[in-house]
């Protein structure tokens, strides 16, 4: 057999052949087998007879007369003997054999994409290939790998028609099936990990031994979970909040066990017993007398057995020893106490920190407890004496969370200052530091085996990091506020996360170490930009890059290097030739957008360059800047024209207006100013905003002017009076950018509160709440049709959101067709659905971390379990699809 490398030579040859089909004959062929099943695919194409018949078909379709066209019925037939060929040729190639998506095929399956990827037939021909898979079994592991090709080239898949395929063994991390019908797929061994099924058709779908990175999204708790902790058996997981509550909960189903009341303030820690037959957990608020409690609890009859009184403040950790004897507790009152297990009474009390405990862990041996205080120190404490062991110094913030390694040779911190280090137990010192996350290390938690680390952050992510390298292997993102707690279950399959988002999130521990194939900023997002025809969105981020990207499928187009710090804002000239850059690096770039070079570098801001903009007739250049000036540039030269001095602080934003005589900056002064942009004059001064003005932006008619600002609110200005005609409230926190839709009939506006919100601009009310970024979002742009919003955000993703198509669910064919119509009434009337299924949804998500989506997506019977018997059904259901035998049974119970 052929090495990966001839392997993958071959197939290139192969798909080679088919470069010069009309692309046609492959929708015909579609078209063709139709219903078929069960079809040997090869044997159907080369029967004559059915030729003929298709033949007859494409003549009366094109009305044509056979004796005038011969010469067209021989390019048919020549190219479905080149099909025949191709299809006999693959079926017998390891394509149709081997997972083409397994790692030791990477490099392999790079080359074949990059010899295909703009090959327009080829991707057509792999389109079939999958389509094949619903009529011949013979070829489902090659249609399998032609979808992952399709998907790794991020080839269009939305809005397509997908029924019936079987796909088996491969992986779709990242696909993109927005408004698709996957009704009657089949799906066995697939990674379905950061898949795009919004608004797609689930109608009977068989879709087992699933592979995906988030099992399940628990919701029970009604404010911030700060602990979560599987028993021995994995089969139960608890969880404390800020509600005063504990909840147990099956972890296969989701559903709730039990709820444990008794606590009258806040659960801060809750602990198994290394038997599972009892549980601890600890309550408290910091540095308040109230409830300083530690209580223990039977697991089977879900009842208090004990409560431990004694610490002063909060109890902010308790662990129990591996013989499950002893249980220690740290407080807010700056002890560490052992207690007995089953006679309730205080072994020992450890005096030594400054203050607050944070976290305590027994070791393996139980003969060592390890702390970690806002005092910024860990301790080593021998359990037996109570003496201090050791101290370790190096974190420069508080230590929120301190874990042992199954073997007791390393330990794990977590701090305030954004760091996770590892230590050697036994000399104390540090071995590693594991920078990643951008705010505080809230939890640590080792694998069983001790190979990963997992981490949560006040950044909204878990990392998972190599201990033996100190690589991070994946990120896991979803939450959309602060993770307080991660836990690794016993046999290593699943990992559990707590946030202060109130939820609880499942994920697949093992899928979630394989980070996705994706292109994406490793940092920020904070600016975002259409072209001008609207095929390319431009973005920089605080990686110091900046990168364009296919607008349609999300595929990066090119990468541009040369700032030499983050890069604040980008701007597209009129006629999408040149695209400008500003950056904290104090210089300003223009880069040549066919070339992907730089062109010129404007040099003489003496701070960082927070925003950039383009007249509408392209010869001037605009910028803001933390030196608070503005200056203006001559485009062809690369001079300086003007420099506009008035604001006493950072200008954070400029833009020009329709006519280019007018330019608009807000900033951190509070005020908004407008200036002559011809003679380079102050001409008005806008006033009213109570804090920094972050974003400017005119209407399409340049009447109007909107501002967003760190007060919460965007307010709507009269260009012409200076009067503020508008202000509009809703977001929750700072508003970072604000844009007019191209008709100027909406406005689109970006929050701290990580929420996009659309306006009606005449009546200033709110249309529609966009949510998915887990963290700010820094930048909004329309597409210059409208029908496309582009936000760049803190959690480092770029999201693409359907404006239009959100308000209808889209059929692409009868039988979908017939499905709505079947549910549409009564059921999808008078209900929630027939509201909610009008919200707007990320038609793309661009980031290196894959995040599984299904808002709006209908599922009509079917199945969904992952190979270690989670059904998934709970997980579409949380990420808002649409269970319609749900909605029908509730219909059927009422009647």
């Not at 005063?244 to 296969?252: A, G, M, Q």
């Not at 104090?586 to 701070?607: C, F, M, P």
């Not at 833009?655 to 001409?683: E, M, V, Y």
């Amino acid at each position: 057999m052929n090495g990966p490398n001839e392997q993958s030579e071959e197939l290139s040859q192969i798909f080679v052949q088919v470069k010069e089909i009309d692309t046609k004959i492959f929708n015909l062929i579609k078209e063709m087998f139709g219903n078929e099943k069960n079809q040997d695919s090869i044997r159907y194409l080369s029967d004559i007879k059915d030729q003929k018949y298709h033949e007859i078909t494409i003549l009366q379709r094109e009305k044509q007369t056979l004796p005038d066209n011969e010469q067209s019925l021989d390019v048919f037939r020549n190219n479905i003997n080149q099909i025949i060929i191709a299809l006999k040729k693959i079926k017998n190639h390891d394509f149709n054999k081997n997972d083409y998506s397994a790692e030791d095929n990477m490099q392999a399956r790079q080359d074949l994409i990059n010899t295909i990827k703009d090959e327009r037939q080829i991707i057509e021909f792999l389109t079939l290939l999958v389509h094949l898979t619903s009529i011949d079994n013979t070829l489902i592991q090659c249609g399998s790998n032609s979808l992952n090709l399709l998907v790794q080239m991020r080839a269009d898949l939305n809005k397509k028609n997908f029924e019936n395929i079987k796909i088996q063994n491969t992986s779709l991390v990242g696909a993109n099936f927005v408004q698709s019908n996957l009704s009657g797929s089949e799906f066995k061994n697939v990674n379905i990990s950061g898949m795009n099924l919004n608004r797609a058709i689930l109608q009977n779908c068989k879709w087992n031994n699933l592979r995906i990175n988030e099992l399940n999204k628990i919701n029970g708790h009604k404010r911030k979970v700060n602990s979560v902790h599987f028993s021995p058996d994995g089969n139960t997981l608890a969880s404390g909040s800020d509600d005063n509550s504990i909840i147990l909960w099956d972890v296969k189903t989701g559903e709730q066990k039990a709820k444990l009341g008794g606590h009258n303030k806040p659960v801060n820690s809750v602990s198994f017993s290394p038997d599972g037959n009892k549980l601890a957990s600890c309550s408290g608020k910091p540095y308040k007398i109230g409830d300083n409690s530690i209580r223990l609890w039977d697991i089977k009859t879900k009842k208090q057995i004990a409560k431990f009184d004694g610490h002063q403040y909060a109890v902010s950790s308790v662990h129990f020893s591996p013989d499950g004897n002893t249980l220690a507790s740290g407080s807010y009152d700056k002890y560490i106490r052992l207690w007995a297990v089953r006679t309730g009474q205080q072994i020992i009390q450890l005096d030594g920190h400054s203050s607050a405990i944070m976290s305590v862990c027994f070791s393996p041996d139980g003969n060592t407890l390890v702390s970690g205080s806002s005092d910024f120190n860990i301790r080593l404490w021998d359990v037996k004496s109570g003496q201090q062991k050791a101290k370790l110094d190096g974190h420069s913030s508080a230590i929120m969370s301190v874990c042992f390694s199954p073997d007791g040779i390393t330990l794990a911190s977590g701090s305030g200052d954004n760091s996770i280090r590892l230590w050697d137990v036994k000399s104390g010192q540090q071995k590693a530091k594991l920078d990643g996350h951008s705010s505080a290390i809230m939890s640590v938690c080792f694998s069983p085996d001790g190979k990963i680390l997992a981490s949560s952050s006040n950044d909204r992510s878990i990392c998972l990091w190599d201990v033996k390298t100190g690589q991070q292997k994946a990120r896991l993102n979803g939450h959309t506020n602060s993770v307080y707690s991660v836990c690794i279950s016993h046999d290593g399959n699943t990992l559990a996360s707590g946030s202060y988002d109130k939820s609880i999130r499942l994920w697949d521990f093992k899928t979630g170490q394989k980070k996705p194939e994706s292109d994406g900023h490793t940092s920020a997002v904070l600016s975002v930009f259409f072209s001008p025809n609207g095929n390319t969105l431009a973005s920089c981020s605080y990686d110091q890059s900046i990168r364009l990207w296919n607008s349609k499928t999300g595929q990066q187009k090119a990468k541009l290097e040369g700032h030499e710090d983050w890069v604040m804002s980008v701007c597209f000239s009129p006629n999408g030739n040149t695209l400008a850059s500003g950056s904290r690096d104090r210089s300003i770039r223009l880069w040549d957008v066919n070339t992907e070079q730089q062109k010129a570098k404007l040099d003489g801001h003496t701070d960082s360059v927070c925003s950039v903009c383009f007249s509408p007739d392209g010869n001037t250049l605009a910028s803001g800047s933390d030196d608070n000036s503005i200056r203006l540039w001559d485009v062809k030269t690369g001079q300086q024209k003007a420099q506009l001095n008035g604001h006493s602080s950072y200008v954070w934003s400029v833009c020009f207006s329709p006519d280019g005589n007018t330019l608009a900056s807000g900033s951190f002064d509070q005020s908004i100013r407008l200036w002559d942009a011809i003679r380079g004059q102050h001409k008005a001064q806008l006033d009213g905003h109570e804090n920094w003005v972050k974003s400017v932006c005119f209407s399409p008619e340049g009447n109007t002017l909107a501002t967003g600002s760190y007060d919460n609110s965007i307010r709507l200005w009269d260009v012409k009076t200076g009067q503020q005609k508008a202000q509009l409230d809703g977001h929750s926190s700072s508003v970072w950018s604000v844009c007019f839709s191209p008709d100027g009939n909406t406005l689109a506006s970006g929050s701290d509160d990580n929420s996009i919100r659309l306006w009606d601009v005449k009546t200033g009310q709110q249309k529609a709440q966009l949510n998915g970024h887990s963290s700010s979002v820094w930048s909004i742009c329309f597409s210059p049709d409208g029908n496309t919003l582009a936000s760049g955000s803190y959690d480092n993703s770029i999201r693409l959101w359907d404006v239009k198509a959100g308000q209808e669910v889209k059929s692409f064919d009868q039988s979908s067709k017939n499905v709505l119509r079947q549910y549409k009434s009564p059921l999808l009337q008078n209900n929630s659905i027939s509201d909610d299924i009008s919200n707007y949804i990320t038609a793309l998500l661009i980031s290196q971390s894959a995040i599984f989506q299904v808002q709006g997506a209908l599922v009509l019977q079917g199945e969904f379990i992952n190979y270690q018997g989670f059904d998934l059904k709970s997980l579409l259901k949380s990420k808002e699809s649409f269970l319609l035998e749900n909605q029908l049974d509730t219909k059927q119970k009422k009647t």
